[in-house]
Each structure stands twice: as structure tokens, then as C-alpha cells.
């Protein structure tokens, strides 16, 4: 069983006791402990289901690197999925459920696929389930898809709170182990400004665990006075719980810093994500062990030897009382004397190399552990929990020498540097044969702005994993950093150290090196997605040969754990099953990030309110406290209607129109672009901008513009008024303000850069109110100043003076077709306007309206509405604005585009009005339909609505569309079909529904 | 994420506080010209792997447009300069010969 | 070809599964061929595909730099719809969907198309009339698709927000029938059934120059040497300008860097596919519980496949917004793809100024749906020299008629 011995434990407190719930059983551990030491420390070492056979699991790794202990965390607003037990530090009140079980953790039904595993291959389902045809959606897929996924999904809104924060740094270094550490003292002493991050809550890494001297001090000692050293430094910044989680172009590093993690009760964010610019990185991420790959190696109790020493020195958890080690390397070694000296027993180490260890195999003899050379554990016994070993020669086919009894066994089968973080960004690899691994190959680094490398790998990561060594990487690595910036390294005085001498490792990537196919169908690489030595075997057999098709055909490496144990022993497998080295089979890549990180951390503070900035008018306030009934534009909010009593929004719309025509309305139009256009060449810059002829415009006058995109579509329209005779204000749509601007500005300073023109955006500078109906020339002189009668301000003017007491600017224009007015004052004034207007027109009904009784009343006037008309494939022509077309300038942006084949065509569709014959109204969107279907079986179609409306002023359903050759048709009736199953049938009509004339307008 | 230096302001600044703006060095077509090189003008890019010249807009910040000159396969800025220009000037093409020996580009190398 | 079948997998099963061959062989290259496809991934293989199912032209070739289905046919969030609004781009993609029916029965490899409905949300009132229109359009075009409710959403939906503060769902434009698949087993499947018509899928062959006498390609160079053929079509997403070069044109597209991403694995909660196109964001959830998720496109031209974390913080952040549990999982893998954009954002399928020589390219963000679609009428452009109905107005010529097929007229213009 796995225990709490009463001594030993470094990082644990045990006079700080914590109650915590496993499965809904209560549990304790302490103060320091991960989820996954307090759970073995309570005997609990089946901690998780498999993915695919949901076979029993235990933990199997100490750290980041654990593909197994998943959980399901917390509860309500704070529930979360796939939290790893070996990176969850404990807490007073942690919830925690084991997951992909049913009905519980002991007693799962999914294991019956473990009982078909020999018919599950992998991709097997790529072989199967297409017949019948029907089945996959109804029967297969409904099937596998409940058995996939691995936590719960949560439920409910998160809770939590999360920020981001920026950071610029000459150096960051990745990993506060020894080297790391150790990089950030040289850099910082260079007078580089440093940030070192630790994912671990402890700095230190692996020499707090494993010990031995540098210099005159013990290693845990020295690293306490390099990191006293680094936090007494101005220019170095430390952060611990903090992992490097992506390494990006140019130097850009994320960090993904646990807050709250391991203290919920704490105030303030869960996660902060560091967005880090730095100068150079330095990843000292430390390696990661590998698992041997022999039958059995998924039985709960079956753990990597680093992992089992770190929970017996870190935690005082014994994993078992009878540990057999097996390795192909001298570090496990350290493991089997550290459960000896804790006073429990190794029957065995089996040492697969044929000349055994080095000299701490004689260490481990002098303590009386047995020791066999060139052995190989041919099948681990017991279900969900280790029984025995059966032992075998490793050179064999797994002929079974002895059963040894044992409740644990600890694995070794070399190391792996962490090269993720290298790799992200482009770093390339090189194969180190002495140690069987991929390391950072120095010559092609990740290549920043300016061509050059910008990380430098350090320690166990650059594949250094001696301590001393390592720190002394890690100095080197902090002087190529410094001087890559251009600093001069400081020199840092490292201690004396003594170089560990070991025995070489063997390569080991199956145990027993013959063994089987039945041996190999039970010789786990993956165990998170339960990929085998088999399947990656079958994939090579099959011709997935490729790294990636083998690790796509077998899902090796695709599990929560990104294969951080299984990629290079699969790899290896496949390279020996394709009889290839294995570099020249190749390695995957590694994508950003490290370990996962979550959504809400990258979403950050922006969410509910503060999701996006919301744009409000100067009258906003008034809308809201009148029943506004709104509707987003781009960023804008405006008001659709303006709801009173119990009234519908389309009720309240007709209201709105009907009082608006018969006496006065009130809109706020303060959302509509106004750009000012200004300078000696503003008339020549206008008329490229315009189809219109603006520069003859005289000051003083407004005229309706059309804007194309040089591709020749109508990409905007507006009222220009020139100002004066240097200076134009170009009004645009709501939305196309910042567009617009920045269309001109793109002009102005990358093709006619000569031109002496200045444009800027002013929209939010004026408050702008349409005074619209037949009363609205009595309101504004009712507010008294400037005069606007008839014959002072005629139809498509301007003047400017004070409005009772506002500055004005005083537009007569109408997009309502009726007498109105567009008064624009300082933003300042913009509210006092609005109570002042609607005050004084209280005696004439006055009547806020919102955009829909607008949009109603443009098209009963048959005036054209962007975004509705047009859509990006429109031009000018196809809607009858060729009045709007100056035919003498030479030139202008869209101009030569119109002359192409498409577009100079009588095929093209043209505007008209439509008015059904029965008074309904065209659904929105319906396309007319013409006889018989294309070369694809489509329907013909001859035209569709552009705009649909029940107009409340005529009493009836009006549209405007498009229809081939429509000016010349009108009268005909012509067919809309519904998605609601019925025809629409519809007269064709001049698009101008209300007083065509423009009388009304013009009185 | 790339960091660019705007040529007027003189601010280095994150990718996110400019807008990329295609090809550069592109010779508008008007009314009169061929339809092909009005095809060419608005549609046909060099597309390269390897040396680029690109537009770019200092959007959040002084709301200049200016070139820069970058390797698509390494994301390598060789250098940033001023829009108002119809070739590269001497100090880029220099930079991006000392890192790309032979590179070409267009009419230019 | 050994057929593929539960019995199958059960015999092998007793065996050890010793008696699988491989799903395609690995030949040399013969020194000419009737047709030369470039480009192994989804839509070079269906190409081949149709050429020999529909046209009985199996003298073919597929070269590939590096190995099948390695750029974004394996790359892509694997969304399948056809819910286009212009009559063009719905008959194609329409095509495309109908022949992922039955792909798994006609490729004898389970391709897992799982038409599990696709939701386009219209968060605004632009958006609303803009799919409304599009259903009408598909109406036409004999696409089934479906205008629904707010609560109709909630009700396929259930881990969705309709009423988030800034943008409420007012609606979604949806089509039952789109869904799914498994975008490796897409590649594979075709692959496997090629090479069993007795083409020949060469891996690890990168094409280095295109060789033509009098107008006409006869053969291209290859760091395999030299092969001959009658006929080229060049199918290379990401690689399309590059081998443009070679051929001596130039074309209407850019490549950039679209970016995607997943979480780790959870129990099923979404059972269809869901695009947010105003606040820029798509996801599905796979068939191992992962919530597959993409984004938008970098806004610069890029060859380096690399995620870019700005990017993904918008997508998530419009997520979260969108499906507020998503705060609570956690991103497991990003990375990026590079597409080719047109001047439309419409692909190109058509000859070139080279002849015999034509080209099937410039999906932007929508590739992986076309597969069968493309495939089929590029095979039937190569096979008579001439575009058929399917093909006929995606031909580079729209670029001077000014004949563009834009679907970002309707609201909505991401995959």
C-alpha cells in the first residue's frame, strides 16, 4: 500500500493538517502536499479511468508531465474538468472527483473495452462502422462519443475572475531549477533586466530532491542563497506558480501565473497571463523521464523513478512497500537507495543494460539491494494494483525467469529535455546518441526580428542533466543572452563542483527487447489515449509512416498530456519498425502551450460588460430612460423604437413613422461619420474620393455623395457640405466613419502623397439631431437665433449660428422626405439640445423615433440604404444613381473598374419598387424567380428584395430590389417565393413610394 | 506576434498596434489603362516565400501607412521606411542583400 | 485492396492484426504519366479520385513535398456546409457535402462524416436579414437550410448565452445536414482508394520547376528527377503562388496564417457546429470531446504555420462571451494553417495562361469542406480540358470581367 511514513517530506507541513474530499470520501493530508501525494499518502493510488479501454490508472509522474491523475476540481461556478492531481497543490476544502468511470472509480462498465481491446486497434474505427450507411450518425457515432471526452463539461458561468498583465524584459528565463537560477543571477549581475518564472510553487527543481554538494554547501542550501540573492536584486522580477507557456515570434513569451490556485479564499484574479516582449529567452525547463515500455507498465503502482523519489522526499509518501526498480540508466539507482534509507524494501533492481550501472550500483549493493544486470521485467501482475513482477533477460523474447512479489515498481528509461518552449517558434533538434534523446541544436535556434537567435537552451533542457554541469550551463547560457544584447557577462563566480560519474545509458524502447506480439499489445506508450507498442507498430505496417500519420492513425501524444511521455518512446518504435535511425524518422511539433492553460485566462478581463467598449451618443442616457429598445451598430448602440406602455416594437415603429410625417419626430443621428476634409487640394482629393463632381460645390451647399471602392463597388454614401472653400465635412453611415477615414487617410498618404489635404474624424466631436416632419421649421424657431425659413435656408443648405443657446451647425436634408433639419452641436451640448428640442415640441406631439422608422421612411421615399442595397457586389449604376456619376471628371476611384466586362452590362440587375398584390409584405431576403433551373439544377432567379417593409404611412407592404432589366418592366408582376412556403407576388413599381415630387421636402 | 518599427514615429510596437496592408510598391491603374494591367494592378501578388515588401498602417498609434521589408518563411524584418516612396531606398535593399545574398523582387534585388 | 469491415478487423484480430497491408503503396516514379497531380493533400486526392472513378484516367501520379494530408486538410477545424448564398459556391459546396454522404461507403474507409447541423448565429439585425436571405437563396439552390429562433438555438444549444449583454442571438441560420468528419481519414480514405486504382502517391517528392515546350506543360522536375505528363494540375494550398513561379504566371492570392485551436477533452455538451461571425468565432466539439475551435486569419502574408496568441485571445475572448462555460476549460493545442485568399475570397478552379496545365486553389478558410466538390470538378476540368457546370465560374477570367463570387455579402465569411 502507499503511505505517510512518519519522517522525511521536505515541502509538507505537519502540524498544518488539510481536510479534503476525494470521490465524496473525506481525506487528510497537509499543508505543502499536491492532490496526488495526499491521495497516495491515503492509500489511493487508482486515480483515473484510461481514455480508450478505461483501464485502471494511477498516478504515474510527480509533475506537469502526468497523463493520468485527471480530476474533475470544485464545484458550481468553480468546477473544472482534467485538473492534474500531480500540479494541484492541496487545500482546506478541495473537492475532487476522479472521471471517465461509470457507475464509480472501482467498478467502471467502460473497462468491458478493455475486455475487446485485441478488436479495438488502433484506427479501427477508420475499418468499421460504415455499414449500414445510417448507422455512424444513429448508432456508432452517439455511441463512441459518449465514451470519448474525459472530465465533465461544467455548466455553469465561471465564477472567477481573470487578468492580463505586460511585461518587457531584456532576459526571461523559463524554469527556476539550477540553471535556470543560476542564468538569471549571471544575466541580472550583467545589468540585464531579468524575469525568472517557476511553475512550481518551490524553487529548485531537482537538486533540492536529489541532493549532493556544490561547493562547500549542500545543493538545497545553495539554491535558498541564490534565490535570497535574485529577490535582493533591483532588476530581477520572480515569480513562482508561473509557468512559460508559449513561446511566439519576435520574442513574444506568454506566462501563465496560477493565483488563487492552491488558495481559493484569496481575493482577486485565478490566473493572470503574462504577455511578456522579451530581449532573450532562456529555457531551463528541466527534462522529463521516460517510461519503459514492457507489459503491465499501466498498472496502478507502476511510477517513474524520479516521480516515486519525489514523493517519498518531497512529500514523506511511501508508493509501496516493496519497490522493484527497472532502468536503463544510473539515476534510478538514486531512487532504490532512497527507499532503502527510508527503511523500506527493493527486492530487485533490474538494470537492463547488460554492464549494469556505474558507480552507484556498488552503493546501492553496499546497502544490500539485489542488482541484476542485462534484466528486464517481462509482465507487471495485478489489476488495479501492482501484485509482482515477472522477470526475464532482456535480451530475450520474455521467457519468465521469476516472479518477484511487489507493490510497486519504479521505471526509468532516460530523459527527455523539455525542448517544447525551444521548439515553439521554430528551434530545430539534434539527436544525442550518448543519451538517447532530442536536444537543442544550438547552430539553429528560433530566429527573431532581426534574423538572429533568440533563445538559449540551459541545464536539463539543453540536455545537461549533471547538477553541477547544469549550473554552469546555466551560467553560460546567461552570458549568450546577455551578449546577444550587447551587454558584456559579468563573471559569476560558480562553486567547485563534482561531476556525478556514471555508467552510459542503453537505448531501451521495449522490454524485453523480442518481446512478442502478445507482450507488445500490453506495453503501453500512451497511456492517457491507451496507444500501445502494437499500434504504433501496425501503423508502420500499414504505411502510416510518417511521424505525423502515425501519430494521428494511433492518437499517440494527442491526449491532455501532449505526449510529454510517450512521443520519443513511440517515435522510437516506429523508427525501429520502419528500420530507420531514429532522427531520420523525425519528431513532431510542438505547439504552444507547455501544458494546457485556461480559456478564461486568455479571454482575460474581457467578458459581460466589458467585452467590448461600448460607443454611446451624448443622448444616450435619455434613450435608455425612454424606452429605448436597442440594437447594436458596429460599436455603437442605437435605439431601433421606442417602446411605450405595452406596445410591440413593429406597433411602435408605426407610431413613430405616422407622427413623425404628420407633425414632427426627433432622431438621434449623432452616430453618423463626419469627417473633415480640408487643405488647398481638398476639391481635387474630393473628386477622387466621389463619384459626384464636389470640387464645384460652393460653400455653403450640401450635396448627396457616392463613394466606390477602387474595385468599383459603392462602398459608402453621405451628405457633403463644403464648409468653406478649403474645407468639406463629409457625412458617412454609422458604420463607415472609422472606414471611411481610414480609406482616405490610405489614399492621401500612399498614392497622391503630394497633395496638400488634412482629413480627420470628428464624429464624436458633434451631437447630431434630425428635426424631421412638417413642424420642425416651427420648433427651431421656436428655440430662436439663426434663421432657417424657407427662403434663407433653402433645401440642401447650410449655415451656422447660434440656436437659442447652442453653437449649430444647421443642415437642411432630409432622409425621411419630409421638411427637416439636421442640427449638429458640440457633443458638450448635445444633451441639453435634445431636452431643448424635445421641450419646445411638446405642443406639436414631438415624437423620438429610432433607426427602423428611419430605415421605413428612407425606403417609402425610395432612397437607397448601404448595407441593404448594397452589399459589396453593388455598383452605382445597378441602382439608377447614375445622376450621381459625374461624367467630366477623368478620373476618379472606381471609375476605370465600372468599365469592365461584368460591370459595364445591361445584364446587371437594377433597382426598382415592388409592391405586392395582395398589401403583404416580401419576406426579407426572397429572390425572384425566373423559368426553369441552371446547369446545376438551381433554380433561375431574375432578382431579389433588397428592402422589405409594411409601410405604416401607405398601409401596405413596400420593398425595393433589384431585377434584371427592371426599369424597363415595370407594371409587370413578377414572383417571390417564401421560405414560409408561399409565393409573393409583386408589381413593379417606381422605388420612390411617397411623394415623388419632394414637395414635401421642399416646402 | 511581430514587432515593427513605424519609420515616423520611431515607436517599436507590437503587431496588434499596426494593420497589415498587402503588397507594396504597387502602380495604380486608372481609366484608360489595359483591362490585364488593371487585373495586375488589383489582384496579381508576388506571394513570395522568402524577401517581402509590405504596407503597413501605424493604426494605434500615428496612423502613418509605411513599407516594410520582410521574409514570409522567417517573419525577419529587414527593415521599415517611409510609404511615400516607389522603391525601396538603397539602406534596406543593403540590409536585405547583407542576409539574403541574391535576393530579388520584382524589378528589384 | 483488402475491404475493410467489422469482420475484417475481428479475423485480423486473432492474429495479431499481422495480416493488414498498407493502405497505400509506396512507388518509385515512372517516368511519365498521363496526368500529374501536385499536391497530396484532401483535394489533390480527390482530384486523382474522380479522374479514375468518373473519367476511368488511373495513368496518375500524386506528388507531395511532404506527406499526405499534411497541410490543411489535417490542419482545419473540419466543418462541412454548403449554406452558400451565391448560386456558384452553393452548387460546389453543395456537391462537396452530398458526395461526404456516402464517402465512408465509397472509399471503404470510415471517414466519420457525422452531419450533426451547423448553426451560423446572427447576432445582429444586419446579420439576421443577411440569413434570411441566404436561406431563401438555398431554397433555390436546393440547399436545406433553415432560418430558426433565438429559442430554437437555446433548444440545440443548451451551454449557449442567448441573451449575452452585447450581442444578443437573435437567430441562426441553420442547416441540418452540415456537420463533421474526420479530416485525416478524408486523406487517407482517398489516398488508399487511388492507390488501389493502380495510381501512384508519391510522398516526400517536391516538385522544383515546371517544364513546358510551346505553351504547353510536358513535365515537371522533381527532387525525385524528372517525370513527364499530358496534363498538370496543380492542387498545393499554401504552395499555390510558389508553383505558380514555376509555371510562369502569377495569381490573384496572398497566403496567410489562419489560426485554430483546442481544448482538452470533455464529456459531451454541443452537439452541433456553431459560428459566431460577428464576434469572430466557430467551434464544434470532436468526437473525443475536444472543443475544436477557430479564429481568424493573421493580416499579413506567412509561410511559417505558427500560432499567433493575439489572434486566439480574440477568438477565446468572443467564446467565452458566447458559451460562457468555455471560461472553465482549458486550451490544450493552437496552431496555424496557411491558406491562400483570392481577391474574392472565392476559390479558383480553372486553366492557366500555361496550357494543360490548370489549377485548383485559393480556398482561404473553407478548403476542407470542398474537398469532394473540388475534386470532382477539377478531375472533370482536367479530364476535357474544359471547365464543367460545377467549375465554370470559378475560372481566374473573373478577375478582369469583374465577375467576383463574394460570399461576404452574406454576413457571414468564416469557416
Not at chain 1, 45 to 63: C, D, E, I, N
Not at chain 1, 265 to 294: C, D, K, N, V, Y
Not at chain 3, 304 to 326: D, I, K, N, W, Y
Not at chain 3, 358 to 384: D, H, R, S, V, Y
Amino acid at each position: 500500500m502507499s503511505t505517510r511514513l512518519t519522517t522525511g517530506g521536505a515541502r509538507i507541513a505537519r502540524n498544518k493538517p488539510v481536510t479534503f474530499t476525494f470521490n465524496g470520501k473525506t481525506l487528510k493530508g497537509f499543508e505543502g502536499d499536491t492532490l496526488a501525494s495526499a491521495l497516495l499518502a491515503n492509500d489511493q493510488m487508482l486515480m483515473g479511468r484510461s481514455f480508450k479501454y478505461h483501464r485502471p490508472r494511477g498516478v504515474v509522474a510527480s509533475g506537469a508531465e502526468e497523463p493520468n491523475a485527471l480530476m474533475n476540481m470544485g464545484e458550481g461556478g468553480k468546477f473544472e474538468p482534467n485538473q492534474r492531481a500531480t500540479t494541484t497543490e492541496l487545500f482546506d476544502g478541495l473537492v475532487a472527483q476522479s472521471q471517465n468511470h461509470w457507475p464509480s472509480l472501482e467498478v467502471d462498465v467502460g473497462v468491458v473495452n478493455n475486455a475487446m481491446a485485441r478488436f479495438l486497434p488502433a484506427g479501427f474505427y477508420y475499418k468499421t462502422f460504415t455499414f449500414p450507411k445510417f448507422a455512424w450518425k444513429h448508432v456508432y457515432e452517439p455511441i463512441i462519443r459518449k465514451s470519448a471526452g474525459l472530465g465533465k463539461a461544467p455548466t455553469e458561468r465561471d465564477v472567477d475572475t481573470y487578468e492580463h498583465f505586460y511585461f518587457f524584459a531584456d532576459v526571461v528565463v523559463i524554469g527556476g531549477g539550477i540553471a535556470g537560477l543560476q542564468a538569471a543571477k549571471t544575466a541580472a549581475l550583467s545589468g540585464a533586466k531579468v524575469l525568472i518564472m517557476e511553475q512550481d510553487p518551490a524553487w529548485g527543481g531537482r537538486a533540492v530532491v536529489d541532493g549532493g554538494m556544490l561547493g562547500e554547501v549542500p545543493a538545497a542550501d545553495y539554491v535558498s542563497a541564490l534565490v535570497a540573492e535574485l529577490e535582493g536584486m533591483d532588476n530581477v522580477t520572480m515569480r513562482n506558480r508561473m509557468m512559460g507557456a508559449g513561446v511566439y515570434d519576435h520574442g513574444y513569451v506568454t506566462g501563465y501565473e496560477r493565483l488563487r490556485d492552491h488558495a481559493p479564499e484569496m481575493a482577486g484574479p485565478r490566473h493572470r497571463l503574462w504577455r511578456i516582449r522579451a530581449g532573450q529567452i532562456i529555457t531551463a525547463t528541466g527534462a522529463i523521464e521516460r517510461p519503459l515500455s514492457f507489459a503491465g507498465n499501466d498498472v496502478p503502482g507502476v511510477m517513474l523513478a524520479a516521480a516515486l523519489r519525489d514523493y517519498l522526499v518531497m512529500y514523506g509518501v511511501s508508493v509501496g512497500d516493496r519497490v522493484v526498480v527497472v532502468t536503463n540508466n544510473d539515476d534510478a539507482y538514486r531512487t532504490a537507495i532512497a527507499v532503502k534509507k527510508a527503511g523500506l524494501d527493493v527486492p530487485v533492481i533490474l538494470d537492463a543494460r547488460a554492464e549494469g550501472g556505474g558507480a552507484i550500483a556498488g552503493e546501492a549493493r553496499a546497502l544490500g539491494i539485489r542488482v541484476e544486470n542485462g534484466k528486464a521485467i517481462a509482465k507487471v501482475t495485478g489489476g488495479k494494483r501492482v501484485k509482482s513482477v515477472k522477470i526475464c533477460a532482456q535480451a530475450g523474447e520474455g521467457g519468465v525467469l521469476e516472479e518477484i512479489e511487489c507493490d510497486a515498481v519504479a521505471m526509468s528509461g532516460g530523459f527527455s529535455p523539455v525542448v517544447h518552449l525551444w521548439s515553439h517558434c521554430g528551434g530545430k533538434l539534434t539527436w544525442d546518441e550518448e543519451h538517447a534523446m532530442f536536444r537543442p541544436d544550438a547552430e539553429r535556434p528560433p530566429k527573431g526580428a532581426n534574423g538572429e537567435g533568440f533563445v538559449v537552451p540551459a541545464g536539463a533542457a539543453n540536455g545537461v542533466l549533471d547538477m553541477g554541469v547544469g549550473l554552469a550551463d546555466g551560467d553560460h547560457a546567461g552570458r549568450l543572452a546577455v551578449e546577444a544584447l550587447g551587454l558584456k557577462a559579468a563573471d559569476a563566480n560558480l562553486p567547485a563542483f563534482d561531476q556525478a560519474v556514471e555508467a552510459p545509458l542503453a537505448e531501451v524502447w521495449m522490454m524485453p527487447q523480442g518481446a512478442g506480439p502478445k507482450l507488445r499489445a500490453k506495453a503501453w506508450l500512451d497511456y492517457q489515449n491507451d496507444v500501445k507498442v502494437s499500434d504504433v507498430q501496425l501503423a508502420a505496417q500499414e504505411g502510416y509512416e510518417s511521424v505525423e500519420h502515425t501519430k494521428r492513425y494511433t492518437t499517440l501524444g494527442m491526449a491532455t498530456d501532449q505526449g510529454k511521455l510517450s512521443n520519443i518512446n513511440g517515435l522510437a518504435v516506429l523508427s525501429h519498425a520502419l528500420d530507420k535511425p531514429i532522427p531520420a524518422t523525425g519528431t513532431t511539433t510542438f505547439r504552444p502551450p507547455y501544458t494546457p492553460i485556461s480559456m478564461g485566462s486568455i479571454a482575460g478581463e474581457a467578458r459581460g460588460d466589458v467585452f467590448q467598449p461600448l460607443r454611446r451618443t451624448p443622448m444616450h442616457d435619455w434613450h435608455e430612460a425612454n424606452g429605448a429598445h436597442w440594437e447594436p451598430v458596429g460599436h455603437w448602440r442605437r435605439a431601433y423604437c421606442y417602446l411605450q406602455g405595452e406596445e410591440t416594437p413593429h406597433e411602435a415603429v408605426s407610431r413613430e413613422i405616422l407622427a413623425t410625417r404628420k407633425s414632427l419626430g426627433l432622431l438621434d443621428a449623432s452616430t453618423l461619420g463626419k469627417l473633415i476634409v480640408k487643405g488647398p487640394d481638398a476639391g481635387k482629393f474630393m473628386d477622387m474620393m466621389y463619384t459626384n463632381m464636389m470640387s464645384s460645390l460652393k460653400p455653403g451647399k450640401c450635396r448627396y455623395g457616392l463613394m466606390c471602392s477602387e474595385n468599383g463597388f459603392l462602398s459608402d454614401d453621405g451628405v457633403v457640405v463644403r464648409l468653406e472653400d478649403e474645407s468639406f465635412l463629409c457625412h458617412t453611415t454609422t458604420g463607415g466613419a472609422e472606414r471611411i477615414h481610414a480609406h482616405m487617410e490610405e489614399w492621401l498618404q500612399t498614392e497622391w502623397w503630394d497633395w496638400e489635404v488634412y482629413v480627420t474624424n470628428v464624429t464624436e466631436q458633434w451631437a447630431q439631431v434630425g428635426v424631421v416632419g412638417p413642424n420642425s421649421r416651427k420648433v427651431l424657431e421656436k428655440l430662436g437665433g439663426v434663421d432657417v425659413s424657407k427662403e434663407t435656408l433653402a433645401f440642401m443648405e447650410y449655415t451656422q449660428g447660434k440656436l437659442g443657446a447652442f453653437d449649430a451647425r444647421i443642415f437642411r436634408i432630409s432622409f425621411a422626405g419630409e421638411l427637416s433639419y439636421e442640427i449638429a452641436v458640440p457633443a458638450s451640448q448635445g444633451a441639453a439640445l435634445w431636452d431643448a428640442l424635445y421641450e419646445a415640441g411638446e405642443e406639436f406631439g414631438v415624437t423620438p423615433y429610432g433607426t427602423e422608422a428611419m430605415h421605413v421612411m428612407r425606403a417609402e421615399k425610395g432612397f437607397i440604404m448601404i448595407g441593404d442595397e448594397t452589399d459589396g457586389t453593388i455598383i452605382p449604376q445597378d441602382l439608377g444613381l447614375n445622376w450621381a456619376i459625374s461624367k467630366k471628371k477623368e478620373d476618379f476611384l472606381g471609375k476605370r473598374a465600372q468599365k469592365r466586362a461584368f460591370m459595364d452590362n445591361p445584364e446587371r440587375w437594377q433597382l426598382v419598387g415592388l409592391e405586392t398584390t395582395d398589401g403583404s409584405v416580401i419576406p426579407d431576403g426572397a429572390y425572384c424567380v425566373a423559368e426553369g433551373d441552371n446547369a446545376n439544377g438551381q433554380r433561375n432567379v431574375q432578382g431579389r428584395v433588397t428592402s422589405t417593409y409594411y409601410s405604416p404611412t401607405l398601409g401596405k407592404g413596400i420593398a425595393m430590389g433589384l431585377l434584371h432589366d427592371g426599369p424597363n418592366r415595370m407594371g409587370e408582376v413578377v414572383s417571390f417565393p417564401g421560405t414560409d412556403g408561399k409565393s409573393y407576388e409583386a408589381k413593379v413599381v417606381s422605388p420612390v413610394f411617397y411623394d415623388p415630387d419632394g414637395e414635401k421636402q421642399n416646402v | 506576434m511581430l514587432i515593427l518599427e513605424c519609420p515616423y514615429c520611431g515607436v517599436t510596437g507590437e503587431e496588434t498596434e499596426f494593420h497589415g496592408g498587402g503588397e507594396a510598391h504597387i502602380k495604380r491603374f486608372g481609366p484608360g489603362s489595359s483591362d490585364a494591367d488593371f487585373e495586375t494592378y488589383l489582384f496579381m501578388r508576388e506571394n513570395p516565400k522568402g524577401v517581402h515588401f509590405e504596407r503597413w498602417r501605424h493604426v494605434n498609434g500615428c496612423g502613418k501607412w509605411f513599407h516594410a521589408a520582410r521574409c514570409t518563411m522567417t517573419l525577419e524584418v529587414f527593415g521599415t521606411y517611409s510609404a511615400q516612396t516607389f522603391e525601396p531606398p538603397k539602406e534596406i535593399k543593403d540590409a536585405i542583400s547583407a542576409k539574403r545574398p541574391g535576393w530579388s523582387w520584382r524589378e528589384f534585388s | 485492396m483488402r475491404r475493410y469491415s467489422a469482420f475484417a478487423v475481428a479475423r485480423e484480430a486473432a492474429r495479431f492484426h499481422s495480416g493488414w497491408e498498407r493502405a497505400w503503396r509506396s512507388p518509385a516514379p515512372k517516368k511519365k504519366y498521363d496526368v500529374i497531380i501536385v499536391g497530396a493533400g484532401g483535394h489533390g486526392l480527390a482530384t486523382a479520385f474522380y479522374l479514375g472513378k468518373n473519367f476511368g484516367i488511373t495513368n496518375v501520379a500524386i506528388l507531395e513535398k511532404g506527406w499526405l494530408g499534411g497541410g490543411n486538410t489535417g490542419r482545419n477545424t473540419t466543418i462541412i456546409r454548403s449554406n452558400y448564398l451565391q448560386d456558384p459556391s452553393a452548387a460546389l459546396y453543395e456537391k462537396a457535402r452530398s458526395l461526404y454522404e456516402t464517402m465512408s461507403q465509397d472509399l471503404n474507409y470510415n471517414v466519420m462524416f457525422s452531419p450533426r447541423g451547423v448553426i451560423m448565429l446572427a447576432q445582429t439585425e444586419h446579420e439576421v436579414r443577411g440569413y434570411k436571405r441566404t436561406a431563401h437563396a438555398n431554397m433555390l439552390q436546393g440547399v436545406t437550410t433553415e432560418f430558426i429562433s433565438p429559442a430554437r438555438v437555446k433548444e440545440l444549444v443548451p451551454i449557449i448565452n442567448i441573451d449575452g449583454p452585447r450581442y444578443p442571438v437573435l437567430g441562426g441560420l441553420w442547416q441540418a445536414r452540415g456537420g463533421t468528419a474526420r479530416h485525416d481519414a478524408v486523406a487517407w480514405g482517398y489516398a488508399r482508394a487511388c492507390s488501389d486504382m493502380g495510381m501512384d502517391i508519391i510522398q516526400q517528392c517536391e516538385v522544383t520547376g515546371v517544364r513546358s515546350s510551346g505553351g504547353k506543360v510536358v513535365g515537371v522536375d522533381t527532387s525525385k528527377g524528372a517525370i513527364d505528363c499530358d496534363k498538370l494540375g496543380l492542387v498545393v494550398a499554401g504552395n499555390s503562388g510558389d508553383l505558380a513561379n514555376m509555371a510562369g504566371f502569377r495569381l490573384p492570392m496572398e497566403s496567410v496564417a489562419l489560426q485554430a485551436l483546442v481544448s482538452e477533452p470533455i464529456k459531451p455538451c454541443m452537439d452541433v457546429v456553431v459560428m459566431a461571425n460577428t464576434v469572430h468565432g466557430y467551434m464544434s466539439q470532436s468526437d473525443k470531446g475536444e472543443m475544436v475551435i477557430g479564429g481568424g486569419t493573421d493580416g499579413f502574408n506567412n509561410y511559417t504555420q505558427r500560432g499567433s496568441f493575439h489572434h486566439v485571445e480574440e477568438t477565446v475572448r468572443a467564446l467565452v462571451e458566447t458559451f460562457p462555460m468555455v471560461s472553465r476549460l482549458k486550451m490544450l493545442r493552437q496552431w496555424g494553417g496557411i491558406v491562400d485568399v483570392t481577391g474574392d475570397r472565392s476559390p479558383v478552379i480553372g486553366k492557366t495562361p500555361l496550357g494543360n496545365c490548370f489549377i485548383n486553389a485559393g480556398w482561404g478558410t473553407g478548403g476542407f469542406k470542398a474537398i469532394p466538390g473540388g475534386g470532382w470538378a477539377t478531375a472533370e476540368l482536367i479530364a476535357k480540358g474544359e471547365p464543367g457546370p460545377l467549375s465554370a465560374e470559378f475560372g481566374m477570367e473573373r478577375f478582369i470581367e469583374g465577375r467576383f463570387i463574394d460570399e461576404s455579402v452574406a454576413a457571414g465569411v468564416a469557416h
